[in-house]
């Protein structure tokens, strides 16, 4: 495919003796100095379709890059994302004299400025810092002449549009442009009309669309109790990797604390922890010292560790297309994995919406189908608000294998009645009723 033979070495340590799809169809176009418009699902190998070819293209050029200087730029929407690049393209360019760097929020300016001042080969960054070093004037960009936005949707999705242009603003016109997407909605098609030039366009799989050997299912519950029921599917499996996801920072972590008083080694990553403890987080769960992450949305992308067999979506996520990255994670490297989906009442919209994403329903498993929700027609999402047409149902279904084994504690949610005050501010109790002031009829008499 036109790899320089040290990088091809290096992939043959590393075990990659085949490409994938997206690999194979997309190195051959960069290596040629085509732009290139890549979208597949998550864990297709897309680090390596632009990784390689850059690599290649920096070494063939041979030569240095001046202080304060990047040649090749790639942006990545989360720390986690960033750090799974730097370290991939490290192992790729060992043995020549490529410097690949990386820098994300949460870490020294100063450390980081020091280190720009040599000029970079290949810089990793999000987007926010990368500005937060320009506006220090720690780097410059006039002489990058690679680009890659990695997760362009997601960079979407939280806002990073006005930092992309502003960024793309500063970049040489002549330069060689990449994008890659696991989704492609409206504003990624323009945005990808401004970046690229007559791009040469890669799609390995339909966008939206989950790894096939996921094995996949819901299982209805209340939210109160969805914690007891995850420790029981956690029980079931001792010692495999579980990935746990939920929708906010706060209930991640009170989640993680409930989860180790419960005896489980459990680790969590969100957006209040810094930077060290995230990475410090990621490679306990990695060596497999602890077994169970609970995360937010921010490790739906990027984090590749082929030994997580679980995914279970303690909330259910408000964007549908963050379902398909969040069970990505799992069955990775041509594995098989498992994820499950705890649905709560008030989340049958959002797993709905998530059928409708992936074009099919999602096998029920286990719990009750709430009274009043049509349950989807066999083999399609249905439509409409709450799925297919159909008669109500409820209907009970057990968790394959039988009941969980695990006999642990079940939360109870206790609302206590503050001293001195009525009982309705205590809970959801209703008001005691006022005594009437109409005077009792024989009294009246």
């Known amino acids: 495919m036109g790899l320089s033979s040290l990088v091809t070495g290096n992939l043959a340590a590393l075990g990659l003796l085949k490409p994938t799809p997206i690999q194979a169809q997309g190195i051959p176009a960069v290596v040629a100095g085509r732009d290139l418009l890549g979208l597949a699902q998550t864990g297709t190998g897309k680090t390596a379709a632009f990784g390689l070819p850059i690599i290649t293209r920096l070494i063939e050029q041979n030569r240095r890059p001046a202080p304060k200087t990047v040649r090749a730029l790639i942006l990545a929407p989360t720390r986690e994302l960033a750090t799974q690049i730097a370290e991939n393209l490290t192992a790729y360019a060992q043995g020549s004299p490529i410097r690949v760097f990386r820098v994300v929020g949460g870490a020294s300016l100063y450390v980081q400025s020091e280190r720009l001042a040599r000029g970079v080969d290949v810089l990793i960054a999000t987007p926010g810092r990368l500005l937060d070093l320009l506006d220090r004037r720690a780097l ?27 960024i793309a603003g500063l970049l040489p016109a002549e330069r060689q442009t990449m994008l890659f997407s696991a989704t492609m909605p409206k504003l990624m098609e323009e945005l990808a009309a401004s970046y690229l030039r007559d791009p040469v366009r890669v799609q390995v799989a339909p966008p939206g669309q989950p790894v096939e050997k996921i094995d996949q299912g819901v299982h209805f519950v209340n939210q109160g109790d969805k914690a007891a029921l995850l420790a029981e599917y956690l029980a079931k499996h001792p010692g495999e990797l579980a990935l746990v996801f939920g929708r906010t920072k706060h209930g991640s972590e009170k989640l993680s604390k409930l989860l180790t008083t419960w005896g489980f080694s459990v680790g969590s990553i969100h957006g209040n922890k810094s930077q060290g403890q995230r990475e410090r987080a990621l490679a306990s769960f990695r060596s497999g010292e602890v077994q169970v992450l609970v995360a937010t949305d921010v490790a739906a992308r990027g984090l590749d560790i082929p030994e997580v067999r679980h995914v279970y979506n303690y909330e259910l996520p408000n964007v549908a297309e963050n379902y398909v990255h969040r069970i990505g994670r799992t069955a990775r490297a041509g594995r098989t994995g498992r994820a499950v989906a705890f649905c709560a009442p008030g989340e049958v919209g959002d797993l709905r919406g998530i059928e409708k994403t992936i074009k099919k329903a999602i096998p029920v498993i286990g719990g009750v189908v709430p009274m009043g929700i049509p349950e989807p027609s066999p083999g399609r999402a249905g439509g409409g608000r709450n799925g297919s047409g159909g008669k109500p149902a409820a209907r009970s279904f057990a968790p394959k294998g039988g009941k969980p084994a695990f006999k642990g504690p079940k939360p109870v949610v206790k609302y206590a009645k503050p001293a001195g005050k009525p009982e309705s501010e205590g809970g959801n109790a209703r008001p005691a009723r006022r005594p009437s002031r109409r005077p009792k009829r024989d009294q009246a008499a």
């Open 140 to 166: 410059t960009l006039s002489e990058t002449r690679y680009l890659v936005l990695d997760e362009a949707d997601q960079m979407l999705d939280i806002g990073f549009i006005h930092a992309l242009r502003r």
